[in-house]
């Protein structure tokens, strides 16, 4: 009985079987974030929901603009000069988060803390003159109780002020947490988040200043 020696190709059919088949195609990388689409999107969302808010609280302070109930008309309280210069604040800072978006997509870790800080000082400056607005209207008796007028302006303007708050505070912890993990892609992700709302409050108070304090001084 003579034994059966394997030939060539079934020597090689049998090492091909247990070799990893040819690859024709090139998988993608295991860290690729597949949720920031979704997370965009959803932040997209929260955004146009945000501007609705903003869009009825116009809506209803144009209803009470010219409701004084005997109290002060918008001309009599407000201070162009000082709004003038609150919205300067408020332009800049929109400038410098731009810089800091700039800066991340050159990588540039510590400058886009940098800016980040710049941009939360003059938040945080704007913030203060509004404060400062607000005690001087209420030491003068315009208080929100005084009439139709006032409830609806300081509901308008207090909203945008609590979102600039809450900008500030996003950009507080993005400094740490850019401090932290650098520029990876969640940080990136939230960050163009970040830019997107700041943006948008810079946009309803450009509004707020034509409609409700240039308006309310002419009228």
């Known amino acids: 009985m003579t034994s059966h020696s394997p030939t060539v190709e079934e020597a090689n059919g ?15 990388a295991d860290h690729h974030d597949h949720s920031s689409g979704g997370t965009m999107l959803g932040f997209w969302i929260y955004l146009m929901s945000d501007a609705l808010i903003f869009a009825t609280l116009f809506a209803t302070y144009g209803v009470l ?6 109290g002060p008309a918008p001309s009599q309280i407000f201070d162009l000069s000082l709004v003038a210069l609150n919205t300067a604040m ?14 991340m997509e050159q990588g540039n870790v510590r400058g886009t803390q940098l800016w980040l800080a710049i941009t939360g000082l003059f938040g945080a400056a704007f913030i203060g003159i509004e404060l400062y607005e607000f005690a001087e209207l209420i030491h003068e008796g315009a208080t929100p109780m005084r009439s ?9 303007v207090g909203t945008h002020g609590l979102h600039v708050f809450s900008g500030l505070i996003w950009i507080v912890v993005m400094v740490i947490q850019l401090g932290q993990r650098g520029l990876i892609i969640e940080n990136r992700r939230r960050l163009m988040c ?26």
């Open 90 to 103: 408020l332009l800049i800072s929109s400038i410098t988060c731009g810089m800091a978006m700039i800066a």
């Open 194 to 219: 970040l830019s997107m709302f700041w943006h948008l409050l810079d946009v309803v108070w450009i509004g707020v200043f034509t409609f409700v304090y240039l308006l309310g001084v002419l009228r």
């Open 65 to 70: 603009s010219t409701s004084y109930a005997g």
């Open 148 to 156: 139709a007028f006032l409830s609806g302006f300081f509901t308008l």
């Open 14 to 28: 049998t090492a091909g079987a247990d070799a990893a088949p040819p690859l024709f195609y090139q998988t993608e």
